[in-house]
Antibody, heavy 119, light 107 residues
Framework: EVQLVESGGGLVQPGGSLRLSCAASGFTLSRKWVHWVRQVPGKGPVWVSRLNADGTSTNYADAVKGRFTISRDDAKNTLHLQMNSLRAEDTAVYYC????????????WGQGTLVTVSS | EIVLTQSPATLSLSPGERATLSCKASQSVSSSLAWYQQKPGQAPRLLIYDASNRATGIPARFSGSGSGTDFTLTISSLEPEDFAVYYCQHRSSWPPTFGQGTKVEIK
């Protein structure tokens, strides 16, 4: 079964850091477009970051640029999102997503992990 | 940033009826548009990509059309499991953005 499972969310104080992980099973993340998307409950999803298939290019939403870093560990078949200098407005459910095939569109999504930034 | 505007905000229909959802882009996105379904507590589920291609495992009652700035998602005959929120999303430029969603509810 093709599956993504996120971990690493939780409660963190403003200014703190968290590292989200997304483990793939049933397919390999290597050479796939991979993405992080977040969603405040009751609101629409928002793209956070993406990494291209060959790992040479990343993009970040303006709201997280310079604070978040996306990376992929092909040996562990895992995607990461390092989040530093967290702010209250980063509070959301974070989803990892990937194309299971060779295209761009993410047809495989994790279950989501809640990040809460609060003192 | 390209803005996607979905209408209507809410669609109240009965099972078996046809649903027609609209998505308008603030500038052309060519055919680089997808539709997702989201149910409470779940991740978005890719239904349609590149405006008109059904994702793997998506029933034939879901269809997408359009190009440029005007797009439509049609559900030919609503099943009970189709009542959910639907989002359109483009990938024409960075950042990819979602519309605000259309909720399809049971009448």
């Amino acid at each position: 079964e093709v599956q993504l499972v996120e971990s690493g969310g939780g409660l963190v104080q403003p200014g703190g850091s968290l590292r989200l992980s997304c483990a793939a099973s049933g397919f390999t993340l290597s050479r796939k477009w991979v993405h992080w998307v977040r969603q405040v409950p009751g609101k629409g999803p928002v793209w956070v970051s993406r990494l291209n298939a060959d790992g040479t290019s990343t993009n970040y939403a303006d709201a997280v640029k310079g604070r978040f870093t996306i990376s992929r560990d092909d040996a562990k078949n895992t995607l990461h999102l390092q989040m530093n200098s967290l702010r209250a407005e980063d509070t959301a459910v974070y989803y990892c997503a990937s194309a299971s095939g060779s295209g761009w569109w993410p047809d495989c999504w994790g279950q989501g992990t809640l990040v809460t930034v609060s003192s | 940033e390209i803005v996607l505007t979905q209408s209507p905000a809410t669609l109240s229909l009965s099972p078996g009826e046809r649903a027609t959802l609209s998505c308008k882009a603030s500038q052309s996105v060519s055919s680089s548009l997808a539709w997702y379904q989201q149910k409470p507590g779940q991740a978005p589920r890719l239904l349609i990509y590149d405006a008109s291609n059904r994702a793997t495992g998506i029933p034939a009652r879901f269809s997408g059309s359009g190009s440029g700035t005007d797009f439509t998602l049609t559900i030919s005959s609503l099943e009970p499991e189709d009542f959910a929120v639907y989002y359109c999303q483009h990938r024409s430029s960075w950042p990819p953005t979602f519309g605000q969603g259309t909720k399809v509810e049971i009448k």
